[in-house]
């Protein structure tokens, strides 16, 4: 039957084209999946899942890849260095490396008869049939993401949360007992270090001096470090006529703990209307709007929370608040998180 369809072409081989593809691959869709990097690597991520349901990763067909992943519940919150707030997750977070996962997706898409091209680098150019997944656009922006595997750094709780003065920082267990640091920051070009140790003076430079010192005493997982900059978060730059998905179509912070999920979420909304398009019962146009209504109707909310959250955590006097609220015990986290989800 797939002989009788038209083929999916889907410009990046992260999350969101990945499992959009094992997705229609199932559906007996024809994809080709066209990756400008390669597998395995790392990427600049928070590598936890919080927010999605097993019933979104039955639809894409991929929940059993997680059967090994780690489950985080309790939380801490730092900020520069000092605990205000204690929690447990109402629902636990997944932690996988993408080094592991994108690897698995790559392999269950090639199980099922999709075609995968790595180091191939796409054009932005609408075309019926093409799905723009390729992740952020490049822009001016003025954030730099960090992100390393360690072991032997000591933490509280499954998750921990630390904000300074020039950004935050996420950690979470990930496989064979490494920790994954990845934070988001205000490019500083006055911070002197390079390479590996802009993660740690960039955590030292916002106040995070006892974090930054652990983190340089402890093992590092070799080539895990990594960087990303030349980025904005919230709803990317629009191509008219591009159908764009992941964060191609926008980026949460990534102190949500969301970013994974909407991936997942995004590729799920794409699934029924794509399979009409490859069938014929549907013209391209319509389904390009169609699912982009979908994604505007799913994640409007929440990124417009995340936004002035985010903004907030930028702020020295809305973090003083919450640090205030957090130590009477009277933080809202659960219904902040609900809102970011």
């Known amino acids: 039957m797939s002989r009788l369809n038209r083929n999916i072409t889907i410009a990046g081989g992260g999350l969101a084209g990945l499992s959009l593809a094992i997705a229609l691959r199932n559906r007996g869709v024809p994809v080709t999946v066209h990756e400008a990097g390669n597998y395995p690597r790392h990427r600049v991520c928070g590598e936890f899942i919080s927010g999605v349901s097993g019933e979104t990763l039955s639809v894409l067909g991929i929940l059993d890849l997680f059967e090994d992943a780690a489950h985080h519940r309790s939380l801490t919150w730092y900020d520069q260095g000092r605990s205000f707030h204690r929690d447990e997750m109402p629902e636990p977070a997944l932690g996988i490396s993408r080094y592991v996962l994108d690897e698995r997706l790559k392999k269950r898409l090639l199980s099922l008869g999709g075609e995968m091209t790595e180091n191939s680098r796409s054009r932005p150019e609408p075309e019926d049939g093409l799905v723009w997944a390729a992740g952020r656009r490049p822009q001016t922006g003025s954030w730099i993401g960090l992100k390393a595997h360690v072991r032997d750094l000591s933490k509280n ?64 997982r070799e080539d895990s470090f990594s960087a990303v900059a030349g980025f904005e978060l919230g709803p990317q730059p629009v191509v008219p006529g591009l159908l764009c998905l992941g964060d191609a179509e926008s980026m949460i912070p990534p102190f949500t703990g969301n970013g994974m999920s909407m991936a997942f979420q995004a590729a799920e909304c794409a699934i029924d209307p794509l399979v009409a398009w490859s069938s014929g019962s549907t013209p391209w146009e319509k389904t390009r709007t169609d699912i982009q209504q979908s994604l505007r109707r799913k994640f409007r909310r929440r990124l417009a929370v995340a936004q002035l959250l985010h903004r907030a955590l930028f702020d020295s006097k809305s973090r003083a608040l919450l640090q205030s609220l957090g130590t009477v015990r009277l933080l809202p986290f659960r219904p902040i998180l609900s809102l970011v989800r």
């Open 157 to 220: 709780s499954d998750l921990e949360m630390h904000s300074g003065k020039n950004g935050y920082a996420g950690l979470a267990g990930v496989e064979d007992g490494w920790t994954n640091v990845c934070g988001l920051f205000r490019i500083d070009r006055s911070i002197p270090a390079k390479g590996a140790d802009l993660l740690p003076a960039y955590l030292e430079a916002g106040g995070n001096v006892s974090l930054a010192k652990n983190l340089r005493n402890a093992e590092w």
